[in-house]
Structures are given as C-alpha cells and as structure tokens.
C-alpha cells in the first residue's frame, strides 16, 4: 500500500512539473507585455498625432494590463522620434506613431537621413486618415479655391502660404497644389502648428492648411474661412465646403498614422500588436472619438501597410523634387 501511494504521488507531480517546465521555456514574445511599453510620438502635445496615441495608448494599456507611456519628442519634423526608435531594442517596447511626414516626405526631404523606411522597421499597421484644410483669414477678400489661383496665376509670387515647418504635410500638401495647378506662390515656415494658425488669423499670410477640427473650432470662433479640404471628397465635419480637386482636378492628399517597431521585431509581438490595434480601431467609442477628431479609421495589416508607404514615397517622391525644398 505504502508504494501504490508513493506511485500516485509521483505521478500526480509529474504533470505539474512538466506544465511548469513549459512555462519556464515560454519565450518573451509570447509572454508579451510583462512591463511598460513606450510610444514615441515627434510631435508636441495637444496635436492630432499626439492626441491618437493618447487615446489608443489608454486602451492598450488597458488590453495588456501594462503601463503604456507616450513620449513626445517633437524634433526635426518627427525624425528624431523616427530614429530612436529605429535603433531601439526590438521587443515590442518601443513602437512610433509613424506618419506621412517621417516615413515618406523624409526620405525625398533630408539629404542625410539616419533611417531606412523599409529596412529599420516593422510595420505594424495603419491607423487612421485625414484631409487637411485649406483656410483664409476671415477679413480675406479670398471667398472660393478659384479665386485663389486665379489671383496666384495673375500675381505669381505674391501670395504667401504658411505651415508648420519644411516638410510638414501642410508644406507639401500645399506644394502639390501649386505643383498641379500651375502657381508659384512663397512657402512661409513657421516652427510648429500654433505660430502657423497665428500667421493665417493676423494675416501674415494669405493661406494655410491645417487639421480638419483646428479649423472647425476657428470657424465656430469666425476667425477664419474654409476654402477646401485635401480629401478628394467633402469633409462631413465641413459641410458645403468643396474638395481642392473641384478646382484643381486629380488632386487629393490625406495626413495618415500607424505604427512602427524596430526591425526584427519577433514576428508574434507584430501580429499581437495589430490585432490588439484593429479590436481597439473598431469600437464604437473609438469610432466617435475618431469623427470628433476629423479621422476616419483605415485599418491596413502589415503587409498591405508597408505595401501603402512604398506607394507613398513613389507618389510623393516627384512632389518635392519639384518643390526644391530641402532639408540639410
């Protein structure tokens, strides 16, 4: 009797063993997260990309059961941001709130660029898309898209258009309506997007563009007008306004954002972060804060996202070689 009862024991130990065996030999991949993870954004706070990776890191944060830290390092058009996390560790710790700016007008933008776009990175997905808006000082005599380029083709380099800086999306978005409508108009850069809004209410200069909901509160406030959105469609949030490619045909430019790890990144932490990204992308109360943010949800797995940005470089490659503009 004493040896069937040792027998039972041994037995009955011998499973737990072995689970716990393979617990041990569980990876880190698959064990991920076990502690904070980090996002960095390259731009400052209280902007659209900040505001993104404060909402989905809330709700990361919340699916993991770990801490989800946003870094804001605004620099350089978001390539200092871009490079710290090319040459982070890759294990899921690190990821960047990628966007058009850092991954394809960098590239044609930066003659010394410490990245690869498609070699120092994983993509994990794209996140959302947005048009800009083109806009007036409210005293501008400016009322429609037409008679802006016709007084920019009656007038070549006397209307001035401001942005955020060399290379922000409202730089180059602006850069290819001059580039398809045939206008030559001077470029006033501004260092970050509220010295940028300020030039178009004191009238510094005759236009800008900027994010769908930084117009609409100007709007509501009667400081500004609203001549046209980058989308190739009307803007829901701007009812009535015209497309730019009503006056200019073809024309269409969408601000993006979607997330990036170093290369080499194990492929399961990739897969889980996408996943994790497309539950939190598609709820319902995501999808509210999203239209309150001007942003339209536009889902891409990995494959199809790298795919997305080698379109991009090629399509806006040409744009800024015809602009000239450089950044050394």
């Not at 015209?242 to 073809?250: K, L, N, R, T, Y």
């Amino acid at each position: 009797m004493m040896i069937e009862n040792i027998t039972c024991k041994r037995l009955f130990v011998w499973p737990v063993a072995l689970v716990l065996a393979f617990a041990a030999m569980a990876s880190p991949a698959q064990q991920y997260p076990t502690r904070a993870v980090r996002i960095v954004v390259g731009f400052a706070p209280g902007g659209s990309a900040d505001v993104l990776s404060r909402i989905v890191g809330q709700r990361l944060s919340e699916s993991f059961g770990q801490p989800v830290i946003i870094e804001n390092r605004p620099a350089a058009g978001g390539t200092v941001a871009t490079e710290i996390v090319a040459k982070a560790q890759p294990d899921g710790y690190t990821l960047l709130l990628g966007s058009v700016g850092t991954m394809v007008f960098a590239p044609a933008l930066y003659s010394k660029l410490s990245y690869d776009v498609l070699r120092d990175f994983e993509h994990i997905g794209l996140l959302v898309t947005f048009p800009l808006a083109l806009v007036v000082p409210a005293s501008s005599p400016t009322t429609s898209l037409k008679m802006l380029i016709d007084q920019a083709r009656a007038q070549p380099g006397t209307l001035r258009y401001g942005s955020q800086g060399i290379g922000a999306s409202a730089h180059i978005f602006a850069e290819m309506m001059n580039y398809m409508a045939r206008i030559k108009v001077v470029h006033v850069p501004y260092k970050g997007g509220a010295p940028a809004l300020t030039g178009v209410l004191v009238g510094e200069v005759d236009y800008g563009m900027m994010a769908v909901a930084t117009a609409l509160t100007q709007v509501g406030s009667g400081k500004i007008r609203v001549l046209g959105v980058t989308s190739a469609k009307p803007s829901a949030m701007l009812p009535g306004v015209p497309p730019i490619a009503s006056a200019v045909p073809g024309y269409e430019a969408l601000n993006w954002h979607g997330f990036e790890v170093p290369a080499k990144t194990p492929n399961t932490i990739v897969t889980k972060l996408y996943d994790e990204c497309v539950k939190i992308m598609r709820r319902p109360d995501m999808q509210e804060k999203l239209r309150a943010l001007s942003m339209d949800e536009d889902v891409k797995p990995p494959s199809e996202y790298r795919a997305f940005i080698k379109t991009e470089i090629g399509r806006w490659g040409p744009v800024i070689k015809a602009s000239a503009a450089r950044v050394e």
